[in-house]
């Protein structure tokens, strides 16, 4: 793929059609999925049992538990739906609170996650899209590949750097939001070695400080991290095409409680600004609850719900 340039785009263009047969093309990606995010996963979850007890414990998991939350939430809601695309406003402290929230799942500072993902909406799936997986082509070594790419790689891999000064402009404007960018060392510390302190408390012991740091520390991190990543990879490759989209964004079930409604992606990418992902019957979507909270409480305003009307414009025949 041509390399992009901030000063001269390229010129964005379909992403190719499978040349394989649609359903068994299909198969191949469920398959390829399976093999690239779920065995790592069942695999820590197998490890659960011979730790419990002595390695893992309750408080471990409570701590961690809050801790994703935090973090989870200062993602979707706050990098994403607000920061990114603008889905509601945000009083001062509610603002702060989660650009700050956003920092500790560690996944980037608040600007330099906002100027990408602005790039990727810009972009999606055709030439610039910082993290399509199908960039590489369409045969299951191909998909393996871009899932990888998609997945984490192109963040260490790709020479494609997104400019904040392009895609985030009203960022950098902002004085809140750039103490915060620039606090992010010491957030990730924070949200790195908390979980430890609070363990070590509870527990009085040192060993009590190990094991949340492992667990509600290190492991958290990354159980969030591939949640989120999962969005730009899987959710680009397998899942449901509910509305008209020009990209091969798509809906995964069974993602929409850990990535906090966020693999609701189909409709993201047919209407970016909407605060609700999960629109349609049965599609839970926990981060638009949290904004409707935080709008009955007064500390968001002009909260863009979905428009019915321009739902049915978009919707899939069946």
Excluded at 224 to 241: D, F, M, Q, R, Y
């Amino acid at each position: 793929m041509t390399a992009v340039t901030e000063s001269a785009p390229a010129a964005t263009r379909r992403a190719p059609e499978p040349e394989l047969d649609p359903e068994g093309a299909s198969k191949t990606q469920r398959i390829t999925v399976f093999f690239f995010v779920l065995i790592p996963l069942l695999a820590l979850v197998a490890a659960v049992p011979f730790a419990w007890g002595w390695g893992l414990t309750w408080t471990d998991i409570i701590i961690g538990a809050v801790f994703y939350v935090i973090g989870g939430l200062g993602i979707t809601v706050g990098f994403h739906r607000h920061f990114t695309h603008g889905s509601f406003k945000a009083n001062r402290p509610l603002r702060i609170a989660l650009a700050i929230a956003g920092s500790m799942a560690i996944e980037g500072s608040v600007i330099k996650w906002v100027a990408d993902h602005r790039r990727h909406h810009k972009y999606a799936d055709h030439e610039g899209d910082p993290h399509s997986p199908w960039r590489f082509g369409d045969d299951w070594r191909s998909v393996a590949k871009g899932l990888f790419y998609a997945h984490m790689a192109w963040m260490f891999l790709s020479e494609e750097k997104t400019s904040p000064k392009r895609f985030a402009p009203d960022l950098l404007k902002d004085k809140d939001v750039l103490r915060v960018d620039r606090m992010f060392i010491p957030l990730v510390l924070f949200s790195l070695f908390a979980p430890a302190a609070i363990g070590g408390l509870v527990t009085m012991s040192w060993w009590g400080a190990f094991t949340a740091f492992f667990w509600a520390g290190l492991v958290r991190v990354a159980l969030l991290h591939h949640v989120t990543w999962s969005v730009n990879s899987i959710c680009h490759t397998i899942g449901e095409e509910n509305f008209e989209v020009r990209d091969r964004s798509r809906n995964v079930w069974w993602l929409a409680v850990p990535s906090f409604g966020e693999s609701w992606h189909n409709l993201h990418h047919a209407d970016p600004t909407c605060a609700r992902h999960g629109v349609l019957k049965g599609q839970v979507d926990i981060s638009a609850r949290t904004i409707w909270i935080f709008e009955k409480l007064g500390w968001a305003t002009k909260v863009r719900w979905p428009n019915t009307e321009r739902l049915a414009a978009k919707r899939v025949s069946v």
